[in-house]
């Protein structure tokens, strides 16, 4: 079974740049995440999905990033303009549908950002 | 704001068992303790989840004593590719996991 996909796995961008991540979760995962590892830190959560919902999108700075997941599956992470401290490791998970944070995620292997 | 406190780092011998512990004082009646593993250029990975008494599996056994305030992850016989970092997490399914800076395990040789 193919796990969580997601590209690019390295992507390096000027300041003001914009720049996208996609993520492509477990088949039948309904639930979606997308975190934020800076370096010597765990995964901070920035939005949760149900499927094409987003049910928790506090932690996600709504002036520079935004996301989507147009038909509950696949989704993009994009950051506009991109400053130097976001630079980071973009993470997704994903696990199976329900109104809960299921406790078993299953993530990519991450993005890693790095914002000139 | 994590949850849960754990070492910063340990170091081990192959070979070892290694114990790694962590406090959770505030845990809630609802909550499941659940422990990941981060290799370098990885997104961590469940190892382990229980709720009270002893939970074992194919990689690891998780310890957790009557008043759940602890709980302690043993790797038996570690090798060198068990070198990472390792994050307990409590949480219930209601409220998000929270990560903290986990446990940096250096295994040598």
């Known amino acids: 079974e193919a796990g969580v996909v997601q590209s690019p796995r390295y992507k390096i961008i000027e300041k003001k740049q914009p720049v996208a991540f996609w993520c492509n979760p477990i088949?039948?995962?309904?639930?979606l995440y997308w975190y934020r590892q800076n370096l010597g830190q765990g995964p901070e959560l920035l939005i949760r999905?149900?499927?094409?919902?987003?049910?928790?999108d506090s932690q996600l700075p709504k002036d520079r990033f935004s996301a989507e997941r147009l038909k509950g599956v696949d989704s993009t992470l994009k950051i506009q303009p991109a400053e130097l401290g976001d630079s980071a490791v973009y993470l997704c998970?994903?696990?199976?549908?329900?109104?809960?944070?299921?406790?078993?995620?299953?993530f990519g292997p991450g993005t890693r950002l790095t914002v000139l | 704001l994590a949850k849960t406190t754990q070492p910063i780092s340990m170091d081990s011998y192959e070979g070892q068992e290694v114990n790694i512990t962590c406090s959770h004082n505030?845990?809630?009646?609802?909550?499941?303790i659940t422990w990941y593993q981060q290799f370098p250029s990885q997104g961590p990975r469940f190892i382990i989840q229980?709720?009270?008494t002893k939970v074992t599996n194919e990689v690891a056994s998780l310890f957790i004593p009557a008043d759940r305030k602890s709980s302690t992850l043993s790797l038996p016989r570690v090798s060198l590719s068990d070198t990472a970092v390792y994050y307990c997490?409590?949480?219930?399914?209601?409220?998000?996991?929270?990560f903290g800076k986990g446990t940096r395990l250096s295994v040598i040789a």
């Open positions: 998970a994903s696990s199976p549908g329900g109104a809960l944070y299921y406790n078993e995620q299953f």
């Open positions: 088949s039948g995962h309904n639930t």
């Open positions: 999905y149900e499927n094409e919902e987003a049910v928790d």
């Open positions: 505030n845990i809630a009646t609802n909550d499941y």
């Open positions: 229980g709720y009270k």
């Open positions: 997490l409590v949480g219930s399914g209601n409220t998000p996991l929270v």
